[in-house]
Structure formats: C-alpha cells, structure tokens
C-alpha cells in the first residue's frame, strides 16, 4: 500500500542554493529562515518517507522554450542535476523512482490527464534549490518531478493545478506496491526579478496565502493568473505550483511547521501532515 504521509510549500529561490554552497546558513540575513526549516527536516527523519513527489516549475534547463510540456513527469531512475550556466552544483545526481513514477503517468492519462513521460530528466533549482532543507546528500529519498508549466502562456491555471494535485494522489492510492510518499511544491513566494517592478515582495499576500493554503485553498484555486501576479509579482505565478501539492492532501490537517522569510523574494516553507497518517 502507498500513503501520503505530508506535504510540504516551500519557496525555490536560487539564493537558497547558493546559502547553502557557500556555507552562508547561519549569518544574520540567512539564519532566521535556515533554522526555522530544521523541524522540517527533523519531522521527515521520523516519518521515514522513501519517495518525494516534487511539483515544480523548470527554468528552461530540461525543456527549451520551443518545446515547452503544460505538465511533465521524471520517470527516470537518475535525475541529474543540471548545469544551469555556472557549472554543476556539487551535489549527487537525484535517485527517481521510476516504477511508481510510470504508475502515476498510467493513471494519469488513463483518467484523463494527459502529461509528457520523460525517460531522461535533468533537475534544476526548482528541485534542488530546497531539496537541501528536505534532506541530506548523499540522497537516501527517491525523487518523482512533476514539472507545471508557468514559463510559457499558456498556463495551467490554478484550478488545473489542484486538479493534477488530486490525480496524483489518486494514482498513489491505487499503487500496489509498498510506499511512504511526500508530496512537496515549490515555488514563490511573492517575487518580481525584472522590469521597473524588480525586488517587489508582498509579505502581507504572502502570508494570506500561507493562511489560506492550509485553511481555505479553494479560495486560492478560483484566483486568476493575473490576480496572482498583481499580488506578488510576475514570477509570483510559481505559488499555483503550491496547489498542487495541496490538492494531493486530504482530511484534517497538522500544520508541522510555517516559515515566512522576507529578502529579494518571499521566502516560505509550510509542512502539512494529513491527521490519519499522524499516528
Ligand atoms: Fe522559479
């Protein structure tokens, strides 16, 4: 049987990364948000997961702009970690899990939902930017990418997103086999890395939305695109990708753990664990 044991928002922000690399996790301007993401992490060590199923956005490092998939899945059991122009980070290649990862696509299509199976999949910082806050390299969790499309119009729209959310977590439920899932989506928070509008963060957007996630997300999902990136920026369209995680949870929920980091971008992690698996 496989279950759902939590689900993680956490923002993507390559500065992130970069903290990590160089070290940078307890200066002044980095420690509230790094220290703040350790229970997270703490949480996870004791519920065990094997698999993480990770809703993200790619930057044009797997799929180029002329080839651009609306939903795409990594079905692969290597997921590499990209070049994304400054060389290869120095973290170890991602293990996948490609048995349940073809069993999602299968339920996926069958039911519907028609996505693009990639059985070569580079990873990027919408992955591996808060991989990191989420587990240790050398990686002992296998990785499943659900890339949503927020890059090219047209979108997915935020609704579509939860859809994909709930399919999953479907397609999970029927797999026969043995595994203790996460579900993550990363992304946002409110950010706008261009035009006269650059550096614009919204911390009381961000933290509606951090509210409304857990509360009352159906109020997230009817907000159109352009709401999204009023509130929070342009780039700030990533947060729908957050749906989808939460359409894949389901019941009464226990917040674990909320973060809420203002810098060049928002920065948030919200860990949510459904009451039944709380056991
Ligand atoms: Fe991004």
């Known amino acids: ?59 044009l490092n797997r799929f180029p702009l002329s080839t651009y998939p609306t939903f795409a899945v990594g079905c692969d059991d290597t997921l590499r970690v990209a070049d994304e122009g400054h060389g290869r980070r120095d973290l170890p290649d991602v293990p996948g899990d490609s048995e349940l990862a073809w069993h999602i696509c299968r339920h996926l299509v069958a039911n519907e939902f028609d996505i693009t199976m990639c059985q070569e999949m580079e990873v990027d910082h919408g992955v591996l930017s808060p991989l990191p806050l989420i587990a240790d390299p050398p990686w002992q969790i296998k990785v499943i990418p659900i890339a949503i499309n927020v890059i090219l119009h047209p979108l997915p729209t935020a609704r579509r997103c939860w ?6 977590a479907r397609a999970i439920a029927a797999f026969p086999g043995e595994r203790r899932v996460v579900i993550a989506g990363t992304g946002g928070l409110s950010h706008q890395l261009q035009g006269k509008d650059f550096g614009f963060v919204n911390p009381e957007w961000d933290n509606e939305f951090l509210d409304l996630i857990e509360s009352d997300p159906e109020q997230l999902v009817a907000l159109s695109h352009d709401t999204y990136m009023d509130r929070g920026g342009a780039e700030s369209i990533e947060m729908i990708i957050w749906l989808a995680m939460r359409g894949a949870l389901s019941g009464k929920l226990r917040r674990v753990q909320r973060v809420y980091w203002p810098r060049l971008t928002g920065l948030g992690m919200l860990a949510l664990q459904p009451e039944a698996t709380a056991a």
């Open 163 to 168: 859809r994909l959310g709930e399919a999953v």
């Open 1 to 59: 049987m496989a279950q759902i044991l939590g689900g993680i928002g956490v923002t993507h922000s390559p500065s992130v990364a970069v903290a990590f690399d160089r070290g940078h996790t307890e200066r002044p301007e980095w420690a509230p948000f790094f220290e703040n993401t350790q229970p997270v992490k703490k949480w996870l060590t004791a519920l065990a997961p094997d698999t993480l199923v990770i809703f993200y956005n790619d930057h």
